[in-house]
């Protein structure tokens, strides 16, 4: 009779700022080196990110000779067919000659690799500059506050509103994910670079070597799931000033679809012209998703089984806004993140939540009597509790700027789901003369 003896793996030291060690194993990521031709014609030049479920690297195209990225799905991520992130986004390359695409990532290409951890769907697209996830860390430096000129998030704004527009009209496609870390710079130079160009940038890439901290015997199998050595991210300061060099040069793009979903009937007419068009009813717990509690909608927080709708990410929109303004200070503010506080915040700034909600939110009695009253002292909460708009007049940012922000985030945060204004409406209720700040 034979059992089949379970795998066990050494323990790395695991660097800060890299992808988990642990998770080069089977199902895991896929191992890569600089040099390594992937998919027949991809050569890997560069680290660019990392997440939970993919690493994402800077590749030459061998055949076009310009320079893309290279998105590595884990294995287990990879199992899911079709696709989810890889459908959504060849829906979007189908609709791309719609006014609003060059604010969305674009695919190149796409393939499967097999390696000692599995089989990894690979997804090529455009090269873009840093994420404005960092905001007040990346900044210094580049300008005198950590945050944002109010000039260029002006700039900022409307290009995510017409990006999303072209999403939710043009494509059916709720993004699901709207967060700073999604919204990445971009340089049209970038798309023209060789390798080399990118070095000048990047600089050259680190290697840093795996330091195993037990006494694991390693196998020549298990030692084939990790990578020889690991590559740490680079400094995005350099390409910051290249993409911020001017606020005419400032442009947004759109980009990781992983939680994005498709509407249904999205080319029937009486759905695709309706107010905030509903989504295929999901599980409870799929209307949640992934999204960051600070972003999330009341719906969402508070697991509502009713029908998806693009209203969710009108609110995530909203919440973004006001991180860019503000740099980087929520809507609903909580200081450690914490769901509870998030809705806590809601209901003192907007107020009692509909019936339905309010008995969903446990948490309640610890701050409200039963009619939305708070019952804490509230000195002990933080000063801008309580306070919707923590954006304030200054250098090009007049009180009716300020004035027309707070009118376009209320509207676009309303309890009701179908009440929201649309990305449309959106689009419409941004001053013109933003998109033209210098």
Known sequence: ????????????????????????????????HLGEVVGGRYRIT????????????????????????????TADASRVQPNQELEILKKIKEAEASP???????LLDDFVVQGPNGTHQCIVTEVLGPSLGRLGVDLDGIYDDDRFPNNICKRMVPQIARGIRFLHDSCGVLHGDLHL?????????????SAQNFIKYLGKPQLLRLV??????????????????????????PLLHLCLATPQSVHIKICDFGEAKAAAGFLDPSISKSRNRVFNHLPAGDLRGRVPCIYAAPEQLL???????????????AVLFHMIFSGATGLFSSYYGIEKEVLREMVRTLGKFPEEWWSKYEARKEYFDEDGNLKLDSKKLAPISARFLKVYPGKDLSEADVQQLEMLLRKMVVYDVRQRITAQEVVDSIPASWLQAT
């Open 303 to 317: 697991h509502d089984s009713g029908p998806l709708s693009f209203s969710t990410d009108i609110w995530a929109l």
């Open 1 to 32: 009779m034979s059992t089949t003896v379970e795998e066990v793996l050494p323990r790395y030291q695991q660097y800060p700022d890299l992808e988990l060690i642990a998770n080069y194993r089977a199902g895991g990521f896929h191992p890569i």
């Open 100 to 106: 609003g695409s060059e604010h969305v990532v674009k």
């Open 181 to 193: 870390g999604n919204m990445l710079l971009f340089h049209p130079e970038i798309q023209t670079w």
């Open 212 to 237: 195993q901290q037990d006494k694991v015997p390693i196998s020549p199998t298990t030692k084939n799931r990790f990578p020889r050595y690991l590559v740490p991210i680079s400094s995005p300061i």
């Open 46 to 73: 560069h680290k660019l990110g990392y997440g939970a479920f993919a690493t994402v690297w800077l590749v030459e195209d061998t055949t076009s000779k310009r320079c893309a990225a290279l998105k590595i799905l």
